[in-house]
Protein backbone atom coordinates (compact mmCIF):
# COMPACT_ATOMS: atom_id res chain seq x y z
CA UNK A 1 0.00 0.00 0.00
CA UNK A 2 0.96 3.66 -0.85
CA UNK A 3 -0.13 7.00 -0.66
CA UNK A 4 1.44 8.92 -3.33
CA UNK A 5 0.64 12.99 -2.77
CA UNK A 6 1.86 15.26 -5.65
CA UNK A 7 0.69 18.83 -7.20
CA UNK A 8 2.91 21.05 -4.89
CA UNK A 9 4.73 23.71 -6.30
CA UNK A 10 5.78 27.54 -6.13
CA UNK A 11 2.70 30.39 -6.27
CA UNK A 12 2.24 33.70 -6.23
CA UNK A 13 -0.08 35.11 -3.08
CA UNK A 14 -3.70 35.07 -3.87
CA UNK A 15 -3.01 32.26 -6.51
CA UNK A 16 -4.53 28.22 -6.74
CA UNK A 17 -3.23 25.11 -6.30
CA UNK A 18 -4.67 21.44 -6.31
CA UNK A 19 -2.96 19.29 -4.47
CA UNK A 20 -3.40 15.10 -5.38
CA UNK A 21 -2.99 11.87 -2.79
CA UNK A 22 -3.80 8.31 -4.44
CA UNK A 23 -3.75 5.56 -2.46
CA UNK A 24 -2.68 2.61 -4.27
CA UNK A 25 -2.24 -1.93 -3.57
CA UNK A 26 -5.30 -4.21 -3.16
CA UNK A 27 -7.26 -2.05 -1.30
CA UNK A 28 -10.65 -2.41 -0.67
CA UNK A 29 -11.60 0.39 2.26
CA UNK A 30 -10.18 3.60 2.98
CA UNK A 31 -11.73 5.45 6.29
CA UNK A 32 -10.93 9.12 7.03
CA UNK A 33 -8.68 10.67 4.53
CA UNK A 34 -6.47 14.42 5.24
CA UNK A 35 -3.80 16.80 4.32
CA UNK A 36 -1.84 18.19 7.31
CA UNK A 37 1.41 20.58 6.96
CA UNK A 38 4.48 21.15 8.49
CA UNK A 39 6.15 24.67 7.76
CA UNK A 40 9.83 25.08 8.93
CA UNK A 41 10.34 24.64 12.45
CA UNK A 42 6.98 24.27 13.53
CA UNK A 43 4.73 21.24 14.45
CA UNK A 44 2.77 19.21 11.75
CA UNK A 45 -1.03 20.81 12.56
CA UNK A 46 -4.19 19.40 10.54
CA UNK A 47 -5.24 21.19 7.32
CA UNK A 48 -8.53 19.80 6.63
CA UNK A 49 -10.34 15.75 6.64
CA UNK A 50 -12.64 14.23 5.03
CA UNK A 51 -14.62 11.00 5.70
CA UNK A 52 -15.80 8.43 3.41
CA UNK A 53 -18.83 9.58 3.63
CA UNK A 54 -18.02 13.28 2.49
CA UNK A 55 -17.53 14.66 5.90
CA UNK A 56 -15.69 17.61 6.12
CA UNK A 57 -13.34 19.14 8.67
CA UNK A 58 -10.48 22.16 8.53
CA UNK A 59 -8.79 24.39 10.64
CA UNK A 60 -9.66 27.80 11.03
CA UNK A 61 -6.99 29.27 9.09
CA UNK A 62 -8.15 27.69 5.56
CA UNK A 63 -11.69 27.81 6.08
CA UNK A 64 -13.04 29.91 3.08
CA UNK A 65 -9.88 29.24 1.01
CA UNK A 66 -9.35 25.77 1.14
CA UNK A 67 -11.84 22.92 -0.15
CA UNK A 68 -10.67 18.74 0.59
CA UNK A 69 -12.74 16.38 -1.63
CA UNK A 70 -12.30 12.71 -2.44
CA UNK A 71 -13.18 10.35 -5.09
CA UNK A 72 -13.59 7.08 -3.42
CA UNK A 73 -13.64 4.80 -6.64
CA UNK A 74 -10.14 6.36 -7.07
CA UNK A 75 -8.62 5.90 -3.35
CA UNK A 76 -7.91 9.90 -4.46
CA UNK A 77 -8.29 13.08 -1.83
CA UNK A 78 -7.81 16.26 -3.40
CA UNK A 79 -7.24 19.68 -1.81
CA UNK A 80 -8.00 22.45 -3.66
CA UNK A 81 -6.01 25.35 -2.37
CA UNK A 82 -7.44 29.39 -3.39
CA UNK A 83 -6.44 32.48 -2.01
CA UNK A 84 -3.01 31.26 -1.22
CA UNK A 85 -0.98 33.32 1.52
CA UNK A 86 2.75 33.32 2.55
CA UNK A 87 1.91 31.09 5.76
CA UNK A 88 0.55 28.41 3.60
CA UNK A 89 3.89 27.82 2.38
CA UNK A 90 4.78 24.17 3.86
CA UNK A 91 5.17 20.61 3.07
CA UNK A 92 1.77 19.31 2.62
CA UNK A 93 1.26 15.72 3.75
CA UNK A 94 -1.83 13.05 3.04
CA UNK A 95 -2.98 10.58 5.21
CA UNK A 96 -5.45 7.50 6.05
CA UNK A 97 -6.73 7.05 9.40
CA UNK A 98 -7.38 2.96 8.54
CA UNK A 99 -6.79 1.62 4.68
CA UNK A 100 -8.15 -2.08 4.61
CA UNK A 101 -5.89 -4.61 1.64
CA UNK A 102 -5.60 -7.69 0.82
CA UNK A 103 -2.28 -6.92 2.60
CA UNK A 104 -4.34 -6.00 6.29
CA UNK A 105 -5.48 -3.23 8.01
CA UNK A 106 -2.80 -0.17 8.21
CA UNK A 107 -3.47 2.40 10.51
CA UNK A 108 -2.64 6.64 10.57
CA UNK A 109 -0.90 5.74 6.95
CA UNK A 110 1.22 8.58 5.72
CA UNK A 111 2.19 9.67 2.53
CA UNK A 112 5.41 11.44 1.33
CA UNK A 113 5.28 14.97 1.51
CA UNK A 114 4.97 17.64 -1.46
CA UNK A 115 5.87 21.30 -0.91
CA UNK A 116 3.71 24.45 -1.42
CA UNK A 117 6.15 27.55 -1.35
CA UNK A 118 3.61 31.12 -1.52
CA UNK A 119 6.46 33.34 -2.60
CA UNK A 120 6.21 36.64 -4.85
Known amino acids: VQLQASGGGLVQPGGSLRLSCTASGSIFSINTMGWYRQAPGKQRELVAT???????NYTDSVKGRFTISRDNAKNTVYLQMNSLKSEDTAVYYC???????????????WGQGTQVTVSS
Open 95 to 109: NADRIGSMEGWRYDY
Open 50 to 56: ITSGGRT
